[in-house]
Each structure stands twice: as structure tokens, then as C-alpha cells.
């Protein structure tokens, strides 16, 4: 008898459908054929019966993280649903400060130890606006984390430690309903969060809309010594304290649409609108101990504000039979800042006065960006792209006492700035054999700054063109053991404060009379140049069978034109005393060196044998070294802003065997340093320490019930910054800041 007839359909990468059609006709009339041509007469037949199908679905399992990341052709950290949902966090910065080479200062992310605007921060591709907060960022609407240590021709290389991509949870076809309901508190009160999330497919209409709506409410208790000369000149001593809160609420909606064209056509749309509302105030008091008593004995101030944001993008893809991929997206964002503060300050003796600052910052920005990918001959896959943004600022601000401005020519007076980034990239990857792999790309990038206010105006532009080399050796045929290496070029970019020539003024010191030098003005410099930096990494991964992955890794970056602030006493336009001012410089060179290692997986695999590592129990862990050197500054402490001489995470889950709970740590801890920032100024950081934990208690598929604890027993921040110059007297000002434990509570339901 004839096999019947069968045919098997691939619908996607991740989802497998095998449809078997058995033709039971032909499979008969196969057969009377044959009896036929044998000679044997046939006997009149029976209709056959109506063939048959039977749909038979074969699920696949969705790639890990780890298997994602082993099968990438450039170094690359990738954090899925399971990392994210693991703690019950409140915002991705919780999930970000736990990564292997991330730390948190200042409620952002950095790579390697290196210092703002070194690290790239993306959501899905592009940069978010100024005031977008990662603080306000639920995890429930994230998909993954991509942490990328070297640049990439696609996105910008403006990313010298490399690129933090957050990637939104997109429309899918998979049903999904699901809500968190959680409860948060740190110092002041409890305060709730909601997290919802709709999904649903309609044919071939794909729709997702995940919601989150929060509030946050903290506090601290500030100190202050500050040993610096008063507004005579004389030595002064001055200690103070406060007290402060801040709280505030807001809402996030991503809505995304997948349209499915036909089979090579696909129409997608992705937006994101943020508000929110915010309040915070406070009370400092001044008790001089040296010197003569202080400007203001006690200040009082009250800030009310909000942020917005709008985002959407609509992008069409289309898939050629040749294995081609267009992609073509438009975008449009608008964001909206404004703030008011309201102070009083009581000079010993005297009135009190009044202190009033406000401004409101609008940004509209419009992109178009490509890309096409081809392979070519097999071992080849082409790509190149575009990527066009025109982005209009338009800023007011005023500072006001008793009524009267401070910066006479620039309160109150309208700012408005154009941004043109244009940028042509093209890359090569390229399947040299089946051990050896490369990544070969090239990305020009033109960034025009022009500017016009009342009292100063820009022109500036910069053109960069970065060349990019990743190559990849595998020892085995499936990649479980492979080296990395890569030979970059990237830039940092001067922000548009950095190259505004509007003075900010120290309140500190009223503009009658001198100020301090470690007090200074500041304002910024037009002529300022991008910073290039050269990159080489070099790194060894070996992924374990059970998931589990080792690395270690070494990066070296020369860095030319870096920016530094130079302070310096100088005759300015906003007063008739000479005043201490501050503003970005370029320096010749600097370098930064560092060795990076990491391990996780489950402890079965990673511990020697005989240990008695219990079953469910996985380990993580991470240490990096870091070394940096300014070469227009002398030693010791002369390395690069914010760089910690190491840095280590460690942490551990464990599902408990036989009960439906897991419980689990992280620890991260940089240790205290120096930084000599000019020969004359001195800035010395605190160590930092931070002890997460949580508990979760999973009733079923469909419901799970979080505790966790951030930040337990937490250490107090301490910075000092110390400044000696050899006409001046020597100035220091020593702040402290005190942390404090936060816990959280969540309930997630699906349906």
C-alpha cells in the first residue's frame, strides 16, 4: 500500500505547527493500481471515502536567555520575563542595579564603572526624552533587557561603556490577562501600584495594552559641613541639617498593534504615554562654628511640578522570498516639563525673603529610520540602514528674589534649540566557517546643534565615523565554549547644557558680592568637541548544559578630547564683581582598563561534587577591576569620573523542593574612592552597599504572591569634595545623605 501523503507547514521560529493531511484515497487508489498493472482484475469498488485531516501542534520552548545570548554575533547580556518578574520590583532600576558591570548612581545605569553620558540608554531602539526616569518604568510592561558592552553599527555609538536597549513588551498572539497589585513602602508611608496587561489576537490583529499607574513617597535627613571662605573672604565654618520628603504619582500606557498584511507584509505600531505629578519640600538650618554666621540661618522650600511624555512609532516590515527584510519606521515624541519652586530664607537678624524658581521645558522630536538585511552567498548577511531625527526644545526659566531677577538679560527670557542627527550605517555578519564568525560594520553619524535666545546663541556640529569589528571563535559546534573579541570605535557627544552659554548661579552667594571656588557659577562652553574613544575587548564564554554560563572578560578604552570642568575667576557679564565660574573643557587623552567576571547557574553545576548543593538552589555572581587614568592630570586618584576601583554582585534563588516557595538575595557593593577631577580639586566617594531579598509564594500558574525587601541595612552616602588653590584658602565641603530599607508587596493574577 502507498504512504500517504504528508505535508509539514512552519509557521514561526518559536511556535512549530506540523499539519499531517493523510489522503486516504490516494492512498487507495494507489493500491487498486497496482493489483491492476499485476493482472488481477478488479472488482468494481466502493466510493472512497472523503480524505481526512488531522492538525497536529508541536510546541516548541522559547529560547532562554542564556541560549539568546550564546547565539549573538556581538557580546551581549540578555534579561527575559522569568529575571524580571523573579523579585516583584517596582521599577526596572531594581532590575538594572542586580545585572553583572551595572551600577546605579543617581538613579541611573552605568557601565563599567564610567560616569554619565558614557552608557547608552535606549527604549526599544531610541533614546527617551529629558526627565524620562527609569524609576517610572514598571518591569511588567518590559519584554527583555539587552546589555550590550560594545557598540553596534544599528543603533548609535554614542555608547563608549556600550548600550543599556529596554525592549516593550510587543503585540502578540498569545492570549494573555494579567494584573500585579502591589504595595510599597520606604520611610513615609505605604503607598500602591497597579500593573495590568491586556493581549489578544483578532485574525491576523494583534493587539497588547499594558497599563501601570503608581505613586512613590520617601524622605531623608541631609548634613552638610561645609569649611569653606564667606562672601568676604574670610574663613568660615558652617554645619547644617535638614529634614526632606517627596512624593508624587503617575501612569504609564504602552498600547502596541501588529497588523499582519499577508504572508510577507507585516504593519506594526508601538506607543508609550507617561504623566506624572510631583511634590517634595523641606526644612535646612545653618549654625556657623567659625567665622561669621552664615547667609541664612534656616530655608524653607516647597517644589510642585509634572512630567509628560507621548512616543508612537508605526513601522511596516516586509519579508522578500529571497530571504530579504525591509524595515521602515516613523516616529513622533513630545515631552513637557514644567516646575515651580517656592522658598524663604531667614538671614540672621534681618527680614526673611522670598526665593522663587520656575521653568517649563517642551521637546518635540520626529524620526524616520530603515533598515535592510540580505543574505548573500550563504555565509554572508548584509545590512544597512538609516537613521534621521529633527528634534526642537524650547526652555524658560527665571530666578527671582523678593521679586527681582538674578540674571538680568536671561530670566524669564525664551530659549529654543534645533537638533538635526542624520546617520548612515552598513554591516556585514559573516559565517566564515562553522567555528568562526565576524561582524563587520560601519556607522557615520552628523549631530547640528543651533540655538537663539535672548542673550546667547549656538552653532555647532559634529561628524563622526565609527568603524566596527566583532569576531567570534567557537570551540565546539554548538557554542558552548567560545571566544569574543572586538576593536570599536565610539563617541560621547556633548549635551546641550554642556554647550549652552547661559550661567546658572550659586544661591549660596548672593551676586553682590564674590563666591567661593568650590562654589562656582556655571555656564557652558560652545566650542566643546565629542569625545572618541577606541575600544578593544577581548572575552571567554563558556555556557554550561543546564543553562548555567561563565565569563571572563578584559576591555581597554583610549579616550581623546575628554570633558572635564575647569574652574577659573573671571570678570562676567551678569555682575560687576568678579566671580568664580565653571565650564566644560576638552583634555587631551585619558584610559580606562578593566577585567570583568561572571558566573550563574544552577549550584549542582557550578559547586565541586560532594558539596551537597540542594536541588533548586541557583548561584550568580560578578566581579570586575577597573583602572583609569587622565593624562592632563597628575596622580594619584587621577582616574576618570565615577569609576570605582571594583565592584562585585552576588546573589542566589532557591525553590524550595516539595513546597510552592522561593526565596532568594542579591547583594551589589562598589567600594569608597577618589577622584582627582583638576589640580586643584579633590572628590572622594562613600562605598555603596546594597542587600535585596525576597519571597514568593506561588499558589498556582495563574496566581503568585510576592514579598521583597530593597536596600537592607543600608549604608549612609558620604561625599566630599576638597579644593586648593594657592591664592585661596583651602575650601571643603563634606555631605551625608542617609538611606533607608524599602518593602513591597504583590499580588499577580493571570487569566
Not at 565654618?237 to 529634614?243: A, H, I, N, P
Not at 526665593?355 to 550563504?378: F, H, M, Q, V
Not at 556640529?461 to 569589528?469: A, E, F, K, Q, Y
Request: glycine share 10%.
Amino acid at each position: 500500500m502507498a504512504l500517504p501523503a504528508t505535508r509539514l507547514h512552519v509557521a514561526s521560529s518559536a511556535r512549530v505547527a506540523a499539519i499531517v493531511t493523510i489522503v486516504a484515497a490516494g492512498g487507495l487508489a494507489g493500491a487498486t493500481s497496482a493489483h491492476a498493472q499485476d493482472g488481477v482484475a478488479s472488482a468494481p469498488s466502493t466510493p472512497a471515502p472523503a480524505a481526512s485531516t488531522q492538525r497536529v501542534e508541536i510546541t516548541a520552548p522559547e529560547p532562554s536567555d542564556t541560549d539568546r545570548r550564546r547565539r549573538e554575533s556581538v557580546a551581549k547580556t540578555i534579561v527575559g520575563r522569568e529575571e524580571l518578574d523573579k523579585y516583584g520590583d517596582v521599577s526596572v532600576s531594581d532590575v538594572l542595579k542586580r545585572l553583572p558591570g551595572v551600577n546605579m548612581q543617581g538613579g541611573n545605569p552605568r557601565l563599567r564603572g564610567l560616569g554619565a553620558g558614557y552608557t547608552l540608554i535606549l527604549i526599544n531602539g531610541e533614546a527617551p526624552p529629558p526627565g524620562f526616569s527609569l524609576d517610572n518604568l514598571s518591569p511588567s510592561q518590559v519584554e527583555r533587557i539587552e546589555v550590550t558592552k560594545g557598540p553596534t553599527a544599528e543603533h548609535s555609538t554614542q555608547a563608549v561603556a556600550g548600550t543599556i536597549n529596554i525592549i516593550l513588551r510587543a503585540a502578540t498572539r498569545q492570549r494573555q490577562r494579567e494584573l500585579r497589585l502591589g504595595l510599597n513602602y520606604q520611610v513615609r508611608r505605604v503607598v500602591p501600584n497597579i500593573n495590568a496587561n491586556f493581549s489578544e489576537s483578532f485574525g491576523d490583529l494583534s493587539l497588547a495594552l499594558p497599563l501601570s499607574a503608581y505613586q512613590w513617597a520617601g524622605g531623608a535627613e541631609p548634613t552638610s559641613d561645609r569649611d569653606v571662605p564667606d562672601a568676604l573672604g574670610e574663613p568660615q565654618r558652617v554645619l547644617t541639617s535638614g529634614r526632606n520628603w517627596w512624593r508624587g504619582g503617575g501612569a504609564t500606557f504602552g498600547p502596541r498593534l501588529s497588523w499582519k498584511v499577508d504572508a510577507t507584509t507585516t504593519i506594526e505600531s508601538q506607543s508609550l504615554v507617561q504623566r506624572n505629578e510631583f511634590r517634595s519640600g523641606g526644612v535646612t538650618t545653618a549654625e556657623s562654628v567659625l567665622g561669621a554666621a552664615p547667609s541664612s540661618v534656616r530655608e524653607d522650600y516647597v517644589t510642585r511640578g509634572h512630567w509628560q511624555m507621548g512616543r508612537s512609532s508605526l513601522q511596516l516590515v516586509r519579508r522578500g522570498s529571497d530571504g530579504a527584510r525591509l524595515e521602515a519606521k516613523v516616529g513622533l515624541q513630545r515631552s513637557n516639563n514644567e516646575f515651580r519652586t517656592d522658598g524663604i530664607a531667614h538671614p540672621p537678624a534681618a527680614a526673611a525673603f522670598a526665593r522663587l524658581n520656575e521653568g517649563a521645558i517642551d521637546e518635540t522630536s520626529r524620526t524616520t529610520s530603515g533598515k535592510y538585511t540580505r543574505p548573500l552567498a550563504e555565509a554572508h548577511t548584509l545590512a544597512a540602514g538609516w537613521d534621521v531625527e529633527q528634534k526642537q526644545r524650547g526652555e524658560v526659566r527665571s530666578t527671582l528674589e523678593n521679586g527681582v531677577s538674578q540674571l538680568r538679560g536671561f530670566d524669564g527670557e525664551p530659549f529654543n534649540a534645533k537638533i538635526a542627527r542624520q546617520a548612515l550605517w552598513l554591516q556585514d555578519e559573516w559565517s566564515i566557517s562553522p567555528q568562526w564568525g565576524t561582524y563587520l560594520g560601519l556607522r557615520a553619524e552628523r549631530i547640528a546643534t543651533t540655538s537663539r535666545g535672548s542673550a546667547d546663541t549656538l552653532a555647532s556640529t559634529s561628524t563622526v565615523v565609527t568603524p566596527l569589528w566583532h569576531l567570534n571563535y567557537k570551540f565546539d559546534p554548538q557554542g558552548r565554549d567560545l571566544i569574543r573579541a572586538s576593536l570599536t570605535r565610539s563617541y560621547r557627544a556633548p549635551e546641550l547644557n554642556a554647550l549652552m552659554a547661559r550661567p546658572s548661579i550659586n544661591n549660596n552667594y548672593p551676586l553682590s558680592g564674590p563666591n567661593a571656588a568650590i562654589a562656582p557659577d556655571r555656564v557652558g562652553n560652545p566650542a566643546l568637541e565629542p569625545e572618541l574613544s577606541t575600544g578593544l575587548d577581548i572575552a571567554f564564554e563558556k555556557y554550561f548544559a543546564n543553562g548555567g554560563v561563565m565569563s571572563i572578560g578584559v576591555f581597554g578604552r583610549r579616550i581623546s578630547g575628554l570633558v572635564r570642568n575647569a574652574t577659573s575667576l573671571e570678570t562676567v557679564p551678569w555682575t560687576t564683581v568678579p566671580r568664580w565660574v565653571q565650564r566644560p573643557v576638552n583634555l587631551e587623552r585619558a584610559s580606562s582598563l578593566g577585567v570583568e567576571l561572571e558566573l550563574k547557574g544552577r549550584a549542582a553545576e557550578l559547586l565541586p561534587a560532594g558539596w551537597g548543593a540542594p536541588a533548586g538552589l541557583s548561584l550568580r555572581g560578578s566581579l570586575a577591576v577597573y583602572r583609569s587614568q587622565v593624562d592632563d592630570i597628575p596622580g594619584p586618584d587621577n582616574r576618570l569620573d565615577g569609576q570605582q576601583p571594583w565592584s562585585l554582585t552576588t546573589g542566589f534563588d532557591h525553590a524550595v523542593a516539595g513546597t510552592p516557595l522561593t526565596w532568594g538575595a542579591s547583594l551589589a557593593y562598589t567600594p569608597g574612592y577618589a577622584v582627582q577631577q583638576t589640580t586643584q580639586q579633590l572628590f572622594e566617594g562613600s562605598r555603596a552597599r546594597v542587600l535585596d531579598a525576597y519571597l514568593l509564594w506561588t499558589f498556582s500558574r495563574e496566581a503568585t504572591f510576592r514579598l521583597s525587601a530593597g536596600n537592607i541595612a543600608p549604608l549612609d552616602t558620604t561625599t566630599r569634595t576638597a579644593v586648593d588653590y594657592a591664592d585661596e584658602l583651602p575650601q571643603l565641603i563634606s555631605d551625608r545623605r542617609n538611606n533607608r530599607t524599602s518593602f513591597n508587596a504583590s499580588l499577580t493574577l493571570k487569566f
